[in-house]
């Protein structure tokens, strides 16, 4: 599921099958030339949540400047899949299944949890467990915060948290359709997002993607695609935005000059 790049040469992955997080060289990726992960050389970075047991489905991973590794860990690696129907809200189909949670406690971590790896090694800490469906996640531009989707079908939120040492994290923010008026996220889920160097989020949203100021409380712009479902973005170089979403990836062009208001 989502990957990060830690320093120069290396990736963390997040993966749902084997519900675990682990970081490889980006040479040692290449050089499988499209062979199975599984006979690469990797090393495993968190696989046993805080309390011992086993990780949900790790699905999203970003890491701080000191080379610490977050990572949130909800429940959608249980869910019985249908192709990419399972995500099409406009179709009325369901985007969430009560038996996700009934798994989570059976076989799972227990909690859905957001994740600290510390910079080095050490055990595994949970950060916050306020979210029902903790997603994608991005810092804010000094790094200070960390803000983190809910895709909980019953009200998706972003929500920030002041970074310490102290844990958990505390929450300092919350946005969803109550705080930014004119948004209708509706039956479908947000998912990954970025932060720019003005500390926008560039959000996936039921089909399409919503640039979010939080310090304003308003959506700036929003893009459709057609219904599908978007599941995660990055920032290019010159303005590119690159959007993921049902098999497909898309470039966007900013033609507003980032500094401009």
């Known amino acids: ?22 970081r490889m060289k980006l040479a040692e990726l290449q050089r499988l030339g499209g062979r199975p992960l599984s006979e690469s050389n990797f090393e495993v970075l968190a696989q046993t949540a805080a309390n011992g047991r086993g990780l949900n489905a790790p699905n999203d991973v970003v890491v701080a400047p000191n080379g610490d590794v977050y ?32 798994a989570v406690a059976a076989v799972g971590a227990g909690v859905k949890g957001v994740y600290r790896w510390r910079a080095g090694g050490g055990a595994l800490e949970l950060v916050t467990d306020l979210l029902k469906r903790p997603n994608g996640l991005a810092f804010s531009p000094d790094s200070q915060t960390l803000w983190v989707s809910s895709s909980d079908k019953d009200g ?29 996220l509706g039956s ?25 100021d939080p310090a304003r409380k308003a959506v700036l ?6 219904g599908t479902a978007i599941s995660n973005v990055r920032f290019g170089e010159g303005g590119d935005v690159f959007v993921t979403g049902a098999g497909h990836v898309w470039r966007l062009r900013r033609t507003v000059p980032s500094s401009a208001s």
């Open 221 to 226: 712009a929003s893009v459709t695609f057609g």
């Open 71 to 102: 990572f949130t860990d909800p429940v959608y690696g249980f869910i019985k899949k249908q192709g990419y129907k399972w995500l099409n809200a406009e179709k009325g189909e369901p985007t969430d299944q009560p038996y996700l949670d009934e």
């Open 156 to 184: 998706p939120t972003w929500n920030a948290f002041l970074l310490r040492e102290q844990l958990p994290l505390e929450r300092t923010a919350v946005l969803g359709e109550a705080e930014l008026p004119g948004m209708r």
């Open 1 to 22: 599921n989502g990957m990060a790049l830690m320093r120069e040469n290396e990736i963390i992955i997040c993966q749902h099958s084997t519900r675990r997080v682990i």
């Open 188 to 212: 479908g889920l947000i998912d990954g997002f970025k932060i720019d160097e003005r500390g926008r989020l560039w959000s996936s949203v039921p089909g399409g993607l919503a640039v979010i």
